[in-house]
């Protein structure tokens, strides 16, 4: 029997204020929090919540046989986590079905892959560390930030282990090749690629609510007609879409949801197609042909390239400045500065200032926060120049041994100047909880996973005054200032627990810095 592939990327963007020449050197703080809470409110009432519902009320009607797939940016984890973990909730339910499989990617969705080898890497196993955590699944399968892929590319995503990874059905790489079958990368055999169809996806993201489109309106009876259309020996389409068409790009009056919602029962019903996850496909179809990409493809706009984020030469200078701190920032202890070092990675931010306002042009306006791709480079690059500065700053003070991700052994052959050990016992204290459970030693892992992790990362980031207040509220007015202070908000978790995993992590932090 043949497959389609339901897969819904999920990610929203750490959206930058307006920051202006005159705040460089003085205010370090660069993001929209207004904004950036409003959109992650909205788009979990309008898409989030009520598509999770749906999806799960499929899974419980259809069992096994309805199967979908997702990718979320560690971003748009986080933004939940803060603003709406109700949401998070609902995809930890979807997890727990068995019937829905979570993909990794770079955990800022960056262009990492493109600007420096090793942050592309560090990214992708943050991110699946974190997907491992919070949903119970190791991710087997890859995905690029905006289904970026090349050679290259498909090179280190296996070295990384992976077996299979998503990319686009690319006009000008496949020619008169279908994309409904599984491929393999021409550098890296052992590389499954699974191509975006992007006719049908487009037809569902972008065309379901044009009225003067000639297939308007879009039916579950019509989708399942030009599946039955496809040739037998095809063997898989591929939908690949943002979860955001559900609600948010097409509104809920638009039918979309109602689509969604009959598409299982007429496809089950009426083709000889079943539905399957990437894992599922990775397992039991071979590769028919080799791929060859000598360039980046992507599944953004009519050329399916990089033009949406490095086709002009503010982009170019936009990436080419933020990159080249790369080599500074794996010198640095700071959780201010690998937290933002993070964000500002994210491609948003140079897909803002992308100059194609033809075919494409209300794509690129959609939840783009400026009035024009020249005053997102403005502002973007203020950003820049602050945080430049606050990189060479440091670099000019005393090192410390790196908290998160280090190995243990070579940590402990470092020298490390005593006054150093406050600074770092202060790195750990403001470290979110995803980063604390990334240290080495595994006892503490153990111990700490049974908190639970919305309460805790709005308790350790503390960024919203609101919150922190309503919670300081709750326990009595008891401070959220350090780690140390935590202890009333774990759930979960013993007393004699709590202050074992205190006892580890400071134990750890004094081997880190003998």
Not at 155 to 162: A, C, H, I, Q, R
Not at 418 to 423: D, P, R
Not at 476 to 489: A, D, V, W
């Amino acid at each position: 029997m043949r497959s389609i592939c339901l897969y819904f990327q999920v990610h929203q963007p750490f959206r930058l204020r307006t920051y202006r020449f005159f705040n460089i050197g003085d205010d370090h703080h660069y993001y929209d929090d207004y904004q950036n809470r409003q959109i992650i409110k909205r788009v979990a009432e309008k898409c989030y919540l009520p598509a999770n519902k749906m999806m799960l009320d499929l899974i419980k009607e259809f069992g096994t046989a309805f199967k979908i797939s997702f990718s979320i940016s560690g971003t748009a984890i986080e933004q939940l986590q803060q603003y709406a973990p109700e949401v998070i909730k609902g995809f930890r339910q979807l997890a727990d079905t068995g019937c829905v499989e979570f993909l990794a990617e770079t955990y800022s969705h960056s262009l990492a892959s493109l600007g420096n080898r090793e942050e592309f890497v560090k990214q992708v196993k943050r991110h699946s560390d974190t997907i491992e955590f919070i949903f119970g699944q190791r991710p087997k399968i890859f995905r690029n930030s905006e289904l970026i892929y090349s050679d290259g590319i498909g090179e280190m995503v296996e070295e990384m282990g992976f077996t299979c990874l998503l990319t686009e059905g690319a006009k000008h790489i496949l020619g008169w090749k279908s994309p409904n079958y599984m491929y393999c990368s021409a550098r890296t055999p052992k590389l499954k690629l699974l191509l975006r169809n992007f006719r049908l996806s487009d037809d569902i993201a972008f065309r379901f609510s044009t009225h003067s489109w000639p297939e308007w309106p879009l039916t579950t009876e019509k989708f399942t007609g030009w599946l039955n259309g496809i040739e037998s020996r095809e063997e898989v389409v591929n939908v690949f879409i943002d979860y955001e068409t559900l609600g948010e790009r097409q509104w809920k009056e638009t039918g979309i949801f109602d689509f969604f919602a009959a598409l299982p029962k007429a496809v089950l019903s009426n083709s000889n197609f079943q539905f399957s996850t990437p894992a599922d496909l990775a397992d039991v179809l071979q590769p028919v042909a080799q791929l060859h990409v000598p360039h980046p493809i992507s599944w953004a706009d009519e050329e399916r390239d990089l033009t949406s984020w490095l086709g002009n030469e503010l982009q170019d200078e936009a990436f080419s400045k933020l990159y080249s701190l790369s080599e500074k920032i794996r010198n640095i202890v700071d959780p201010s500065i690998e937290r933002d070092w993070q964000y500002l990675q994210t491609a948003d931010h140079f897909y803002y200032m992308c100059t194609k306002w033809f075919s494409d042009g209300t794509v690129h306006k959609y939840f783009n926060p400026y009035p024009s791709p020249y005053e997102a480079f403005i502002n973007y690059m203020n950003v820049i120049s602050d945080f430049t500065l606050r990189v060479d700053e440091f670099l000019q003070k005393p090192q410390v041994v790196k908290v998160i991700g280090v190995n243990k052994e070579n940590a402990r052959k470092k020298v490390v100047k005593k006054t150093q050990v406050k600074n770092s016992e202060n790195a750990l204290k403001s470290l979110t909880f995803n980063e604390i459970i990334t240290l080495a030693d595994n006892k503490i892992k153990q111990v700490l996973k049974g908190i639970d992790i919305e309460i805790v990362t709005v308790a350790l980031k503390g960024a919203r005054k609101d919150i922190r207040e309503k919670i300081e509220k709750n326990l009595g007015k008891r401070s959220l200032k350090t780690y140390n202070e935590m202890q009333p908000l774990l759930k979960s978790i013993s007393t004699t627990e709590v202050k074992k995993s205190r006892s580890l992590i400071e134990k750890q932090i004094k081997l880190l810095t003998k």
